[in-house]
């Protein structure tokens, strides 16, 4: 089982929209969480970071849920320059891994 | 700008070919590691260091060597190119192995064996 499982999309939405991706991980013990943006042809950016709490930043928000080993991004207003790939990406700590392991991302398509 | 640099861009390589892969980063980081991406197999851990001297394997380290003599960079050997190694390959770097701060990329290498 992959580590980080990710919707396959693709999400074809409109502008103005309000989009979810989903995220599941099966290592318990991942202690770290992200979301990743790759662009066509592009290195992954991080685009922000998962806490157990919860976090916002502007029209992005994230979200963590430990007991579900879940974790889930929220876009709302989708811009047409928010088309991207997402990457979800969780953490290993110790074993030969002990790195970030990253999904097989979503891709966002938003349409005029 | 600070960041991580890499180079070459773009490669072509015969089969059985041996190559470097450059990557240099100069924001102090202590952890780097290199990753595949192939179409629908997302990012795969090729090699990873926590501190110069220090390497190991990650996901798919087969036909790829590593080094770490300098803290700045983190250079990729592939010792006899075969055409399952036609990726595109990223380098990376962070502060820590697995977070907080998550990894900073370059701007990738696109290897084409032939």
């Known amino acids: 089982r992959k580590e980080v499982e990710q919707d396959p999309g693709p999400f074809n939405v409109p502008e103005g929209a309000t989009v979810a991706f989903n995220c599941t991980y099966s290592?318990?013990?991942?202690?770290?969480f992200f979301w990743y943006r790759q662009d066509c042809r592009k290195e992954p950016k991080l685009l922000m970071s998962v806490y157990s709490s919860g976090n916002e930043d502007g029209r992005f928000t994230a979200q963590l849920n430990r007991a579900s080993q879940y974790i889930s991004l929220l876009i709302r207003d989708s811009k047409l320059s928010d088309s991207a790939t997402y990457l979800c990406?969780?953490?290993?700590?110790?074993?030969?891994?002990?790195?970030?392991?990253f999904g097989k991302g979503t891709k966002l398509s938003v349409k005029p | 700008n600070a960041g991580v640099t890499q180079t070459p861009k773009f490669q072509v390589l015969k089969t059985g070919q041996s190559m470097t892969l450059q990557c240099a980063q100069d924001?102090?980081?202590?952890?780097m590691s290199w990753y595949r991406q192939d179409p629908g197999m997302g990012l795969r851990l090729i090699h990873y260091?926590?501190?110069?001297?220090?390497?190991d394997q990650g996901e798919v380290p087969n036909g790829y060597n590593v080094s770490r003599s300098t803290t700045e960079d983190f250079p990729l050997r592939l010792l006899s190119a075969a055409p399952s190694q036609t990726s595109v390959y990223f380098c990376?770097?962070?502060?820590?192995?697995?977070?907080?701060?998550?990894?900073?990329f370059g701007s990738g290498t696109r290897l084409t064996v032939v």
């Open positions: 990406v969780g953490s290993n700590y110790g074993g030969s891994q002990g790195n970030l392991i």
């Open positions: 260091s926590v501190g110069a001297g220090i390497t």
């Open positions: 924001m102090n980081h202590e952890y």
């Open positions: 990376a770097s962070s502060y820590s192995l697995a977070g907080p701060y998550g990894y900073t």
């Open positions: 290592n318990s013990a991942s202690q770290s």
